[in-house]
Structures are given as C-alpha cells and as structure tokens.
C-alpha cells in the first residue's frame, strides 16, 4: 500500500479507547489536564476548546468573534462555508482571494480587521503563506488550521480531527485566550485523536524533487503544474495531468493500492474538483486534472520511478477510453 494522501486523510492506526477518557463532574479528569498540559509543551498553547469541524460549527464560532472577520479562500471547505453561513447571518466577513500564482491576496489583508483565517499554507496546492507577512499588515488575531503544518506565528491554532487520523470527531481550539467550556461539552476523545494523530506524522523532505524529475521526463508535455513546487510545503507536490478528469485515475491507482488525491473536496467524498484551483482563475474542467501527493517517507529512485510509471501506464489508459 502507497499512500501519497496522507494530508488529506491521515489513517490513525492502533487508536484505542479507554474508560479514563469518560469524564465525571465531580472528580479530577487526569486525562485531561494531561492532555491539556501535552497541547502546551508541544504548541505552546495555554487552552484548549472543541467544537464541531463543519461549517454549521465554524459559523457559530464566527459568530461569536467580536468585530471584523477575515477569511482566506485558501482555507478549507469548513471554515469557508461556515463564514459565508455566518454572513447570511449578519456578520461582517472580508475575504481575502488566492492569485493566479495560488499565493494569498496579501495586498487585500489591512489594520481593520479584528480576526483572519489564514494558515500557513494553502489547502489542495499546499502552497506556503508568510504568516509573519500577514503579521506586518494587520493587527488581527491569526487562526491558523495546524492539520498540516505549524507557524508558531499564529495567535490561535485550529485541528482538523479527519485529516489527523481519519475519525470524523471535532475542532480542537487552541489559545492563549481563557475559555470556559463544560466538562461535558469537551470532546476528549476528538482532542485525543487530534493529538496524537498530529504528533504521529512523518514527512520526508527528500522525495519531492525526485517525484517531480519522474513526473517530467515519463509525461512530458501531459504533466501541468498549476502552481510553481518551490512555494509550496516540501513534502507535498501538486500537479496537473492533461486531457482526463483525476477521479478516474484516483481510482483505479486505488485498485493498485496506490492512493493519491484531488483536494479536499475528493477527500471528503464530496466528488468535488479543487475549489482552490477554481479560486486561482482556472476553469472546473481544469480544476478537474488536479492531483496532489505528499510524502512520508524516503523513497528510492527505483521506487519513484515505479510509482510514476504505474501513473502514467493508467492515466494513457484512461485517456484511450474517453
């Protein structure tokens, strides 16, 4: 099995559950303050919150920010739908668009602002966002989904439980602002899995350039690369495949047990094209030839090229079928 996926779904392998993460209000919850005390040693964090990772669930949360709220178009589905159902409810969002190179719209981000939704890179393409940048333009606090990379730039850093570890559970929130929240509102479980799902990943820096060697020299003219690699995160590669829609080949390379991904909209089974390729000016068709791949371990040349090769060998397949 060949996981190239693993930014998009994150399978947590050996998770148990044990009576100690049930909690009781009359008692000490160890578990919890050893949680609580994890987050911070490994983020720096002083609280932690959970709520629902859906769009009904960010919408709440936006709504409960006090003044001005930014969103990124390079945030995942989530956090975008739910600032759009926020501001069907009154609230006052200001978006900050992706340009023709994938990067933010930094020229759009400005002082009146009171709080941003901006991670550190971008979700689907994974290319990277200057979080100091966005630092030097606003004084907005900065909610930053960590999932798959951490800039310790943020002032509030978000989990997303399904990309972690494969559990559809909650967001876990974490801040250096005091939060009140009910024992039994807590979602230890969905903060257990986040936590260990993060500290479980492994990424390899090395196989990046040697996917992207294979990528040009076995397809050639077929291959388009919607965003330049050297800005995005170096365990992850985006490309584009001319002529056929990804699902396809998603699919029948799962039949090989080779696993890669269209975006999120792929990954969470919502048979949606990239909505980031859409945001950066390309067409849903074009959106529709996306494939990203990230890497968590070291491949051998020999191995890459084997890889690419059974791509290929499917993807010529596909395109005499059409």
Not at 70 to 87: D, N, W
């Given at each position: 099995?060949i996981?190239?996926?693993?930014?998009?779904?994150?399978?947590?392998?050996?998770f148990?559950?044990d009576?100690?993460y049930?909690f009781?209000?009359?008692k000490?919850n160890?578990?919890?303050?050893?949680?609580q005390?994890?987050?911070?040693?490994?983020?720096?964090?002083?609280?932690?919150?959970?709520f629902?990772?859906t769009?009904?669930?960010?919408?709440?949360?936006?709504l409960d920010?006090?003044?001005i709220?930014?969103?990124?178009?390079?945030?995942c589905?989530?956090?975008?739908?739910g600032?759009k159902?926020a501001?069907k409810?009154?609230k006052e969002?200001k978006?900050?668009?992706?340009s023709?190179t994938?990067e933010i719209?930094y020229d759009?981000?400005?002082?009146?602002i009171?709080f941003?939704?901006v991670?550190?890179?971008v979700i689907?393409t994974?290319?990277?966002?200057?979080?100091?940048?966005?630092?030097?333009?606003?004084?907005?606090k900065i909610i930053s989904n960590i999932?798959?990379?951490f800039?310790?730039?943020c002032?509030?850093?978000?989990?997303?439980?399904?990309k972690l570890s494969?559990?559809?559970?909650?967001?876990?929130l974490?801040?250096?602002q005091?939060?009140i929240?009910?024992?039994?509102?807590?979602d230890?479980l969905?903060a257990?899995?986040?936590?260990e799902?993060?500290t479980s990943?492994?990424f390899?820096y090395t196989?990046?350039?040697?996917?992207l060697k294979?990528?040009?020299?076995?397809?050639?003219?077929?291959?388009?690369l919607f965003?330049?690699?050297?800005?995005t995160?170096?365990?992850?590669?985006?490309?584009g495949?001319?002529?056929?829609?990804a699902r396809y080949l998603?699919?029948s390379?799962?039949l090989d047990?080779?696993?890669?991904?269209?975006?999120?909209?792929?990954?969470?089974?919502?048979?949606?094209p990239?909505?980031?390729?859409?945001s950066m000016?390309y067409?849903?068709?074009?959106?529709?030839?996306?494939l990203?791949l990230?890497?968590d371990?070291?491949?051998t040349e020999?191995?890459?090229?084997?890889?690419v090769k059974?791509i290929?060998?499917?993807y010529r397949?596909?395109?005499?079928?059409?």
């Amino acid at each position: 099995m060949i996981r190239l996926n693993g930014l998009q779904y994150n399978l947590l392998p050996n998770f148990t559950v044990d009576e100690r993460y049930s909690f009781e209000s009359l008692k000490v919850n160890e578990e919890l303050d050893l949680l609580q005390v994890a987050f911070k040693k490994r983020f720096g964090f002083e609280y932690m919150k959970t709520f629902s990772f859906t769009k009904e669930g960010f919408c709440t949360f936006i709504l409960d920010l006090e003044g001005i709220v930014a969103v990124s178009m390079g945030e995942c589905e989530a956090i975008v739908q739910g600032a759009k159902l926020a501001q069907k409810y009154g609230k006052e969002i200001k978006w900050i668009g992706l340009s023709s190179t994938g990067e933010i719209e930094y020229d759009k981000i400005d002082k009146g602002i009171d709080f941003i939704f901006v991670s550190s890179y971008v979700i689907d393409t994974f290319v990277k966002t200057d979080l100091s940048r966005v630092k030097s333009l606003t004084n907005a606090k900065i909610i930053s989904n960590i999932s798959a990379n951490f800039d310790k730039t943020c002032d509030m850093a978000l989990l997303d439980s399904y990309k972690l570890s494969g559990f559809g559970t909650c967001a876990v929130l974490l801040t250096n602002q005091p939060i009140i929240q009910n024992i039994g509102n807590i979602d230890f479980l969905g903060a257990k899995i986040c936590f260990e799902g993060i500290t479980s990943q492994i990424f390899d820096y090395t196989s990046k350039e040697l996917f992207l060697k294979y990528f040009q020299e076995i397809f050639g003219d077929d291959l388009f690369l919607f965003v330049n690699p050297d800005i995005t995160l170096e365990y992850s590669l985006h490309i584009g495949l001319k002529g056929i829609k990804a699902r396809y080949l998603i699919r029948s390379l799962a039949l090989d047990e080779v696993y890669v991904s269209n975006g999120e909209g792929c990954s969470l089974g919502l048979s949606l094209p990239s909505r980031i390729i859409q945001s950066m000016g390309y067409s849903e068709d074009m959106s529709r030839c996306a494939l990203v791949l990230n890497f968590d371990r070291d491949y051998t040349e020999q191995e890459a090229q084997k890889i690419v090769k059974l791509i290929h060998k499917n993807y010529r397949q596909i395109k005499a079928l059409q």
